[in-house]
């Protein structure tokens, strides 16, 4: 199977700052990666995805960093902004098509 | 694009009763999961579909649980009959093929009393 979880269950980040968000999976096998955004009483929100073919993918305003040696993913928001106030999954891509979920991060952006 | 359409929001009804919850997937994506989250043990897969066929339910909890797929446009969750320990937010998603990004709805909150 797979286990996948957060490093910080939340963090606090001033408006402006630079936030990064860490994941770890467990399945070497893992090949696929999704961070989610969930806002309060709202569904997980697709931000960004990456291959295991990757070490980098870039968005807007977000940047995902896989690290396969040591199966571990970070989630880099720049210059953080209050509507980025939620909680962040990361999302590991299984066997078949599962995908497991991690635990979930609570960002906090402080005005 | 309407996404991933859920009924309904809440639901509130009294330990033994049927509950049936719904969901309208995007049009063209082939495949369907149902997921339920709790604070206890966040975001579960209970069981998805592949082109209206159901391919894993080993989440399910029990057989007081089951999901239909009739057609390609909708999908029910139905538990009968509901205890309290089933209350939590309980989402549909859908994506278009395999491996790819899952597109979520915005849940069904259920309360069993």
């Known amino acids: 199977g797979e286990s996948v979880g957060l490093h910080l269950p939340t963090l606090s980040v001033q408006e402006g700052d630079n936030s990064i968000i860490n994941c770890a999976y467990s399945?070497?096998?893992?090949?696929?990666f999704i961070w989610y955004k969930q806002e309060s009483g709202k569904g997980p929100q697709f931000i960004i995805d990456?291959?295991?073919?990757?070490d980098k993918r870039q968005g807007q305003r977000v940047t995902v960093l896989l690290n396969k040696t040591v199966k571990h993913l970070s989630l880099q928001i720049a210059a953080t902004q209050p509507g980025d106030s939620a909680v962040y999954f990361c999302?590991?891509?299984?066997?078949?098509?599962?995908?497991?979920f991690g635990t979930g991060t609570s960002l906090t952006v402080i005005p | 694009d309407a996404g991933v359409i859920q009924s309904p929001r809440h639901e509130v009804t009294e330990m033994g009763q049927e509950v049936t919850l719904r969901c309208k997937p995007i049009s063209g994506h082939d495949y369907l999961f149902w997921y339920r989250q709790t604070m206890m043990r966040g975001l579960e897969l209970l069981i998805y579909f592949n082109n209206n066929v159901p391919i894993d339910d080993s989440g399910m909890p029990e057989d007081r649980f089951s999901a239909k797929m009739p057609n390609a446009s909708f999908s029910t969750l139905k538990i009968q009959p509901s205890e309290p320990r089933d209350s939590a937010v309980y989402f549909c998603?859908?994506?278009?093929?395999?491996?790819?990004?899952?597109?979520f709805g915005n849940g069904t909150r259920l309360t069993v009393t």
């Open positions: 990456i291959r295991s073919n990757m």
């Open positions: 998603a859908s994506s278009i093929n395999d491996r790819t990004a899952l597109h």
């Open positions: 999302a590991a891509g299984g066997t078949g098509n599962q995908f497991y």
């Open positions: 399945n070497s096998a893992s090949d696929y």
